[in-house]
């Protein structure tokens, strides 16, 4: 069962998620001395990634002992405006110490399959997993996985619609968006589901409905792939705004 964490306000919300990224750093740096994060795209994670960037969160984080990667990437250019890796960069990454190797961009210039494929040998080398499955061992997954929702369901870029959401063995893979019109890169549900943690942001109404349906497990919510980030032996937490809550009382 999801953790759930109800915050008054967007602002809130970000807070909270700020402090929990810290926490998580610092957990994992102590442990041994090195944060493998995976950022999610989408709109609703820039405050947190603004709030980090500010002196008050971004000198509690030692980040030359942090790595950075995506869950997803959109198939543009990184300076596109579509960009996920473009909007953490001026949001947070063009502002604190990490060291540029430690920044693992997915590659949307290139052919997709091929980014898809590079992005997963750099994954298996970072992890020191040359085959088989993503391991659930300290060190050996993301301590810590960003995702957000779609109205329909999605996170990441696994879509309902898409192929990705079945990959079983792939860690990476490209799959076409059907309703953003693009390709997009992800992370596939073994490597999610072998993290230490996934942390869902959602803010707005306009979320309430598809938190609803995948809190409750209400309808068709099994075959949705933001119901089916359920890490083996990590924790999901849901952080949401009370717009977003189906827990809070409706406006
Ligand atoms: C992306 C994201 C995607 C996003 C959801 C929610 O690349 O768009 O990875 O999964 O998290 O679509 O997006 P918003 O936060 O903009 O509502």
């Not at 250019?77 to 920044?103: Q, T």
């Not at 300290?138 to 369901?153: I, M, N, Q, Y």
Request: hydrophobic share 45%; with cysteine; glycine share 6%.
């Amino acid at each position: 069962m999801p953790n759930v964490e109800v915050l008054p306000t967007r602002e809130a919300l970000w807070n909270a998620a700020a402090e929990r990224f810290v926490r998580s750093a610092a957990d994992a740096v102590q442990a041994r001395e090195r944060f493998s994060v995976a950022l999610s795209g989408g709109a609703t994670p820039n405050g947190l990634y603004a709030l980090l960037a500010t002196k008050a969160f971004r000198t509690r984080v030692s980040w030359k002992h942090v790595h950075v990667f995506w869950g997803d990437e959109r198939c543009v250019s990184p300076d596109d405006a579509r960009s996920n890796y473009r909007a953490a960069y001026e949001l947070l990454l063009s502002h604190v110490p990490i060291p540029a190797a430690n920044v693992h961009r997915m590659r949307g210039e290139i052919d997709q399959f091929e980014s898809a494929a590079e992005y997963e040998q750099e994954l298996r080398t970072h992890f020191t997993t040359s085959e088989g499955p993503p391991r659930f061992a300290p060190g050996a997954c993301f301590d810590l996985v960003l995702l957000g929702v779609g109205t329909d369901g999605h996170t990441a870029s696994l879509f309902p619609d898409g192929r990705a959401i079945d990959e079983k063995l792939r860690w990476t893979v490209a799959d076409y968006a059907h309703s953003a019109g693009m390709w997009r890169i992800t992370l596939t549900l073994p490597v999610i589901n072998a993290s230490q943690e996934a942390l869902f942001l959602a803010s707005g109404a306009e979320k309430r409905s598809i938190v609803e349906r995948i809190l409750h497990s209400l309808d068709d919510a099994a075959t949705l792939p933001a119901h089916m980030v359920s890490p083996a032996e990590g924790e999901v937490t849901w952080m949401l705004d009370s717009a977003a809550s189906p827990l809070s009382p409706s406006n």
